[in-house]
T-cell receptor, first 112, second 117 residues
Framework: KQEVTQIPAALSVPEGENLVLNCSFT??????LQWFRQDPGKGLTSLLL?????REQTSGRLNASLDKSSGRSTLYIAASQPGDSATYLC???????????FGGGTRVLVKP | GAVVSQHPSRVICKSGTSVKIECRSLDFQATTMFWYRQFPKQSLMLMAT?????????EQGVEKDKFLINHASLTLSTLTVTSAHPEDSSFYIC?????????????FGPGTRLLVL
């Protein structure tokens, strides 16, 4: 059974610092991995999707890496801003169109 | 991106009553729908997967007679929490799957917060 773990569970940084969020999964036979953002009481916003054959994806200040063999992904957010405060979730799926298995999330607070 | 709506966005009900949550994919057809549940400060847990026109497949530990899922059309799926109890209070999120062009993309609804008194 796939298990996804996110460390740390919570993170507080001053504005301008870079954020590093970690995600690990127990079964390396994944199809893809996604990073999501969730604001309090809201749904999910997809940030980045990495296919199993890829090693990283970038979008603006966000960069996500994937090391499938070791079961790890890292989300980097450069030059953090207060608006980046949210919960960040990673999720994996083992096949196209299959369910997502989510990690517990990392709650991020960026202090002005 | 695709638009997914959920109604209601929040609902408060008395213990023992039933609550229906609607999920609509407004600009695409979804043959598959995932329903997730999220307890406070926890992650999303899959409850069930439904395919249009067929019975839903429930995850272990999720009672199919308590959480009724109807996926009668390609743009609408409903989740009914029957005889709700306080422990059913949670955030329910639907996730329709869009297939096309050789790709599958999961979108997420904005969620429904259920509070059972």
């Amino acid at each position: 059974k796939q298990e996804v773990t996110q460390i740390p569970a919570a993170l507080s940084v001053p504005e301008g610092e870079n954020l590093v969020l970690n995600c690990s999964f127990t079964d390396s036979a994944i199809y893809n991995l996604q990073w999501f953002r969730q604001d309090p009481g809201k749904g999910l916003t997809s940030l980045l999707l990495i296919q199993s054959s890829q090693r990283e994806q970038t979008s603006g200040r966000l960069n996500a890496s994937l090391d499938k063999s070791s079961g790890r992904s890292t989300l980097y957010i450069a030059a953090s801003q207060p608006g980046d405060s949210a919960t960040y979730l990673c999720a994996v799926t083992k096949a196209a169109g299959n369910k997502l298995t989510f990690g517990g999330g990392t709650r991020v607070l960026v202090k002005p | 991106g695709a638009v997914v709506s959920q109604h209601p966005s929040r609902v408060i009900c008395k213990s023992g009553t039933s609550v229906k949550i609607e999920c609509r994919s407004l600009d695409f057809q979804a043959t598959t729908m995932f329903w997730y549940r999220q307890f406070p400060k926890q992650s999303l847990m899959l409850m069930a997967t439904s395919n249009e026109g067929s019975k839903a497949t429930y995850e272990q530990g999720v009672e199919k007679d308590k959480f009724l899922i109807n996926h009668a059309s390609l743009t609408l799926s409903t989740l009914t929490v029957t005889s709700a109890h306080p422990e059913d209070s949670s955030f329910y999120i639907c996730s329709p799957l869009q297939r096309g062009g050789g790709q599958e993309t999961q979108y997420f609804g904005p969620g429904t917060r259920l509070l059972v008194l």
